[in-house]
């Protein structure tokens, strides 16, 4: 099973990660990581940050000749914000010292983990709990994750995202979704559903709904608000079998939702059509068996009982809208015990296009766990003579 940690903050000097338990020999470069890394600063409504911090992965072990060993797979990123700015973070971050005349940050943040952190780790100073509840640490997950998703890549599984819903602007209807979900898969001309999103500013298949989300955030930013939205995630190419139903932590909806709702600020999680079935009846909903026992539709979204069906895999997101913002928001001084308007930090308007690149590569790790479960092996040569030739196709 693969496993992997992360550690580092926001502002200290680097993010590590160590990734446990990939097979050998399968194929994966720092050019595929940070890929990777790159595509999660995409987006229209990122801070400033997004404009410096240009990830670049450092792989110290576990990897030889451009291929995992099974042995554990060790990566570093430096942080720009840390080495960028000498003066002010190796002081406010450092490892050694007693801290004094460091300014203690006191006004938590509704919405953040500040004052939970507080309260949990007992602090008179909100900095380390912004240091690693920052979504920052998602970078690391991306490199983590990317280790995973190249073993899928060699086994035809491709994992692919797209923004469905920004501010309250996106698709009227799950039908229309459908529809420009198959127009990307179709006429992409072989790129995928991806590869059309990410270029788009915000992630959305349909150009005229990216302009109508562009406005929306700008609206957003000169009222001082933040947005959240909603994205899909797709996963073609998956054999049926993976899961189970026998018992709740083999249950691949689970283990999937799971990845997801650990992303910062993701709040829901559908699986298929989930949400708006919940109001339909049955005959309206369910996927219909045919003659060769394909499903004649795809609602459920690729899995049936915690098992895959066969179908592409379909899951959605929802983010909710960035807990930083300038407009202030009422909140208590942990000083003086007072009533106060909180203060703005650097910070995105919103950041449903990187979260949606960060939810291709967490669910990465339980697909795997599910194929490796399944199928076995030491090695990917291994693994590649028990896997089945072709999943499913892409589309609805
Ligand atoms: C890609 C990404 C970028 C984020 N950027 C910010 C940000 O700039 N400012 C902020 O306050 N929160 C940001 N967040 C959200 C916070 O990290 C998150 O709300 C916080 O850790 C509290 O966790 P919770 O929302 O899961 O309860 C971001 C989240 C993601 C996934």
Known sequence: MIRYFTAGESHGEALVGIVEGCPAGVPVSPDQINHQLARRWLGYGRGGRSKFER??????????????????????????????????????????????????????????????????????????????????????????????????ERLGIRIDSHVIELGGVGYKSAGELRAARDRASREAGGRGISETADENLVRMLDAQLGDDVIERIKQAKSDGDTLGGRYEVVISGVPSGLGSYVQWDRKLDAALAHAIISIQAQKAVEIGDGVDGAA?????????????????????????????????????GFMKP?????????????????????????????????????????????????????????????LLERFPVGGASAGS
């Open 280 to 316: 339909l009846p049955g005959s309206q909903v369910h996927d219909e068996i045919v003659p060769g026992l394909s499903r004649s539709s795809n609602r459920a979204g690729g899995i049936e009982g915690g098992v895959s069906n066969g179908m592409p895999i379909i899951i959605r």
């Open 322 to 382: 960035i807990p930083t913002l300038i407009k202030p928001l009422g909140s208590v001084d942990l000083k003086t015990g007072e009533a106060m308007a909180t203060r703005y930090e650097r910070s995105d308007v919103t950041s449903v296009p990187a979260a949606s690149v960060v939810a291709e590569a967490v669910v990465a790790v339980p697909l795997a766990n599910a194929v490796l479960e399944k199928f076995g092996g030491d090695s990917l040569e291994e």
């Open 55 to 152: 990830d670049q992965i450092h792989i110290f072990s576990g990897i030889r000749f451009g291929a995992t060993m099974g042995s554990p797979v060790a990566l570093r990123l430096d942080n720009a914000a840390f080495h960028k700015d000498k003066a002010a973070w190796p002081e406010v971050m450092a490892v050694e010292g007693t801290g004094e005349g460091v300014d203690r940050v006191t006004q938590p943040r509704p919405g953040h983990a500040d004052l939970v952190g507080v309260q949990k780790y007992r602090f008179d100073d909100i900095r380390p709990v912004i240091e690693r509840s920052s979504a920052r640490e998602t970078a690391m997950r991306v490199a983590c994750c990317t280790v995973a998703r190249c073993l899928l």
